[in-house]
Nanobody
Framework: QVQLVESGGGLVQPGGSLRLSCAAS????????MNWYRRAPGKEREVVAT???????NYKESVKGRFTISRDNAKNTVYLQMNSLKLEDTAVYYC?????????WGQGTQVTVSS
């Protein structure tokens, strides 16, 4: 059974930081591209950051320089370090794993940026 379990969300003030984690089980983690998506209230889900199985990374333009995605294959975990958070970063953040036709989602973790 495949599970992706996110953690680390919460309430933070503008300019603050959070680190999201996504622990995977039931997959050969090192083979998968891992992605972070988010869905803000009233908006479509959007990709925030991706990391390939060779550690190549890509970011949504609005988070470049503020967010960092990384992975630890020994721990089957992907991270999203979020710094200089803005009000518009408020969303539910989802972990996603993809390899060829296989695609799995976590349940999401809420990030709220508010003063």
């Amino acid at each position: 059974q495949v599970q992706l379990v996110e953690s680390g969300g919460g309430l933070v003030q503008p300019g603050g930081s959070l680190r999201l984690s996504c622990a995977a089980s039931g997959i050969t983690f090192s083979s998968y591209a891992m992605n972070w998506y988010r869905r803000a209230p009233g908006k479509e889900r959007e990709v925030v950051a991706t990391i390939s199985n060779t550690d190549a990374t890509n970011y949504k333009e609005s988070v470049k320089g503020r967010f960092t995605i990384s992975r630890d294959n020994a721990k089957n975990t992907v991270y999203l370090q979020m710094n200089s958070l803005k009000l518009e970063d408020t969303a539910v953040y989802y972990c996603h794993a993809r390899w060829v036709t296989f695609s799995y989602w976590g349940q999401g973790t809420q990030v709220t940026v508010s003063s």
